[in-house]
T-cell receptor, first 116, second 110 residues
Framework: KAGVTQTPRYLIKTRGQQVTLSCSPI?????VSWYQQTPGQGLQFLFE???????NKGNFPGRFSGRQFSNSRSEMNVSTLELGDSALYLC???????????????FGEGSWLTVV | GIQVEQSPPDLILQEGANSTLRCNFS?????LQWFHQNPWGQLINLFY???GTKQNGRLSATTVATERYSLLYISSSQTTDSGVYFC????????????FGQGTELSVKP
């Protein structure tokens, strides 16, 4: 079956613009989470959604937001882009709510965002 | 919050050599996974191993939960094993929040 699918794979935006990234989880998975990867900070948790509800949020400013739809697809949005938002954004999905026993988490290929 | 430390940060091997990567974590966990990040950025799931030992081909992993560490063994390394290996954990009562180590960058030379 198809893995976690993220779109777009690569994008370039200008400071001050906003961006929306999309993630389709593995079929049947109800939990989606987002991570940011930068050379300086490594991999950092952004937020987690399960059944359209945000369950967890990382330490990111309010410019970072997300949502999950009834078909479990998720989007994240970054408004008023800054140069420091340039990163690889990774989406992950799992069958059950995160942290549940036996709950393996699978990642997509990521979206590479460059802010100029 | 929980801290995850990986060692060594970098490792260079000749093809065919064996290696051991270590992950230490500072608190009890109910999820521990090892990932390999390929050159295109994707995190490939290697093991889900909050405790015990698992093997998959040339790779195996052991987690000793009571002592808060996990080991990833790579035997007979190949050039395709090159890349960054991450350990990530979820602490109890932290939902689905994976906390990642800084990774071990492995380079296998032919």
């Amino acid at each position: 079956k198809a893995g976690v699918t993220q779109t777009p794979r690569y994008l370039i935006k200008t400071r001050g613009q906003q961006v929306t990234l999309s993630c389709s989880p593995i079929s049947g998975h109800r939990s989606v989470s987002w991570y940011q990867q930068t050379p300086g900070q490594g991999l950092q948790f952004l937020f987690e959604y399960f059944s359209e509800t945000q369950r967890n949020k990382g330490n990111f400013p309010g410019r970072f937001s997300g949502r999950q739809f009834s078909n479990s697809r998720s989007e994240m949005n970054v408004s008023t882009l800054e140069l420091g938002d340039s990163a690889l954004y990774l989406c992950a999905s799992s069958l059950g709510a995160g942290g549940a026993s036996g709950n393996t988490i699978y990642f997509g290929e990521g979206s590479w965002l460059t802010v100029v | 919050g929980i801290q995850v430390e990986q060692s060594p940060p970098d490792l260079i091997l000749q093809e065919g050599a064996n290696s051991t990567l270590r992950c230490n974590f500072s608190d009890s966990v109910n999820n521990l996974q090892w990932f390999h990040q390929n050159p295109w950025g994707q995190l490939i799931n290697l093991f889900y191993i909050p405790s015990g030992t698992k093997q998959n081909g040339r790779l195996s992993a052991t987690t000793v939960a009571t002592e808060r560490y996990s080991l990833l063994y790579i035997s007979s390394s190949q050039t395709t094993d090159s890349g960054v290996y991450f350990c990530a954990v979820i602490a109890y009562n932290q939902g689905g929040k994976l906390i990642f180590g800084q990774g071990t960058e492995l380079s296998v030379k032919p």
